[in-house]
Antibody, heavy 120, light 115 residues
Framework: QVHLVESGGALVKPGGSLRLSCEAS????????MIWIRQAPEKGLEWISY????????NYADSVKGRFTISRDNAKNSLFLQMDGLRAEDTAVYYC?????????????WGQGSLVTVSS | QAVLTQPSSLSASPGASASLTCTLR?????????VFWYQQKPGSPPQYLLS?????????GSGVPSRFSGSIDASANAGTLLISGLQSEDEATYYC?????????FGGGTKLTVL
């Protein structure tokens, strides 16, 4: 049974840094694209980054490019998001999710999310 | 202009049907995409419902009732989620999604009220 658990969310000041983690279980982690998606309070979903199974391919939304870095440790079934230069508009629940490249890029499983609040 | 546009809200009565639309930006032809649909209830992550590319190429999420179905309207350049026999538990926000230009793109979501 697929399980994704995010951690690391916190209250941080503007300009600060934070590292989110996502621990995966129930599937062969290295076989899958992994994704970070966020949802600002009372707002919609925004894809922000993904990593291919072997980390060869990564991509970022323009809103976070140059500030956020995605990485993964396949030996530990873990996905990370290093967030630097945080802004108030980065306040959101951050979801870790699994992407299926060979199913037209279906996102089939989501974690419960981790709340990041950027405020002075 | 956003790639995917959804009405912000929709109301319908129990037992009725609701049609939720997801309009693709001009120049982004719906026939070339698989449109995915997700349901999100307050305090929970989105859950995959189904996807639709054509009548012969559509997927239903595991455990998703058949009263949830998808279609496209090529003339309107839109994907549609149809929910028949509405139940109170269907009250939620529904998001459409496509894979576009090497990224996942979401619509803004439609909040469905069942009253």
């Amino acid at each position: 049974q697929v399980h994704l658990v995010e951690s690391g969310g916190a209250l941080v000041k503007p300009g600060g840094s934070l590292r989110l983690s996502c621990e995966a279980s129930g599937f062969t982690f290295s076989d899958y694209y992994m994704i970070w998606i966020r949802q600002a309070p009372e707002k919609g979903l925004e894809w922000i980054s993904y990593s291919s199974g072997d980390s060869t391919y990564t991509n970022y939304a323009d809103s976070v490019k140059g500030r956020f870095t995605i990485s993964r440790d396949n030996a530990k079934n873990s996905l990370f998001l290093q967030m630097d230069g945080l802004r108030a508009e980065d306040t959101a629940v951050y979801y870790c999710a699994r992407g299926l490249r060979f199913f037209d890029w279906l996102i089939d499983y989501w974690g419960q999310g981790s709340l990041v609040t950027v405020s002075s | 202009q956003a790639v995917l546009t959804q009405p912000s809200s929709l109301s319908a009565s129990p037992g009725a049907s609701a049609s939720l639309t997801c309009t693709l930006r001009s120049g982004v032809g719906v026939e070339t995409y698989r449109v995915f649909w997700y349901q999100q209830k307050p305090g929970s992550p989105p859950q995959y419902l189904l996807s639709y590319k054509s009548d012969s190429d559509k997927w239903q999420g595991s455990g998703v009732p058949s009263r949830f179905s998808g279609s496209i309207d090529a003339s309107a350049n839109a994907g549609t989620l149809l929910i028949s026999g509405l139940q109170s538990e269907d009250e939620a926000t529904y998001y459409c999604m496509i894979w576009h230009s090497s990224a996942w793109v979401f619509g803004g979501g439609t909040k469905l009220t069942v009253l």
